[in-house]
């Protein structure tokens, strides 16, 4: 494995959550980071990163990579018709293989933006860990689980999913559990996933008040919110990782506070699908751990973090009337170094000696950027991704001035192109 010598950058790192840029030298060592030099005749490749911001790779909390076909497929439509009519007919064809492509696929966009990092909820064994593997990209891979038992119903998933975790678990693929949602899993289920991923020292994450259908549906069958109820089974805790949390009512955001379970904001697939704007301003107030998603393609249109940055952002200035809301600081935190409370590692996120050198190169002198008059603005307001000159993950460039190394673009877009064309004829039938 090479090392590196990385000279004349401007290195972005967290101190106590607060942003620091400092011009300094970063050694790649086996993957790690360090700031000084282990021994002195180690050899090096030095690598001049002038005129380039150094900073944590950006982790995309919650995404369904294999999804990436379904771009564009099924848009301004309402949220039912979107996921049961259109979305779900198209699963339901996919072959097995094609999601492999089809990863691949969103994983192209991720590294093309600056993402190093992804939590996936995924339904095709294996093939989400296997294109995570093939690429370089780190990745927690959950495996979406629906039904009533885990161990009738849902055990070929549940145990597919354990099958997953003992092939490929590493330090870069990790793996946890995804029930789907509180509409598509029984209570029963919900706490039988609870209990594996406590007994496997699993992570779980689930979709959870992403629209006012969901909320209203379980205020009529239990009597309560769909975080007062998760709270009650005993599903919240802080191995819990929320995504969406739109529809917060009463004291909702205080059950997630004090269970300590992360929430994973998703703004530009809520706003799209029309399920409304979560209130991220009050989750900082109440100081839960925020952190960014895309969710996948086919309700954002992008895996590009961020175009969801700026739009975090903005929306929030906007329907809050309140051009303090959501600062530049707080959102490159939630893109980056919130991510290792989330996900209970504190070697991602961040640029500190001993972390995983998942890092990217930014282009100051991007037309986009330039002047660079405050850089921690110009990545939430001024970015668009293209300013992403190369990406390193575990100490490996998998993009390099532009070139993907890990990735060969013709043969993905051929898959992926010939896989669709099967799908439309079978959903046609
Ligand atoms: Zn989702």
Known sequence: ?????????????????????????LYIEDGRIAFFPAHEDRTYETVDASRRLIMPGLVNMHTHAYMTLMRNYADDV???????????????????????????????????TGTTTFVDMHMYHRQSALAARDTGMRAFIGRGLVGEDLYKDGYSRFSQALEEKEEFESGRLRFILSPHAIYSCSEKLLCQVAEEARKHHMLKQTHLSESVTEVEDCLKQHGKTPVRYLQDIGFLDSETILAHCVQMQGDDLDIIRASGASIVTNVASNAKLGNGIAPVPAMQAKGINVCIGTDGTASNNTLNMLREMNLLSLIHKGAGRDCMAMPSDYIVRAATYNASAALHDQQIGNITEGACADIIFVDLDAPSLFPNNNIISSLCYSANGSEVDSVMIDGRFVMRKGELLTIDKERVYHEVEKYFDHVKKETAQ
């Open 1 to 25: 494995m090479t090392d590196y010598k990385i000279i004349n950058g401007t290195v972005l790192s967290f101190q106590e959550g607060a942003p620091v840029l400092e011009q300094k030298t």
């Open 78 to 112: 309402p949220f039912q018709e979107w996921l049961f009519n259109r979305v779900m007919p198209v699963e339901d064809h996919l072959p097995t293989e094609a999601a492999y492509w089809t990863s691949m696929l969103g994983m192209m966009e991720m590294i093309r």
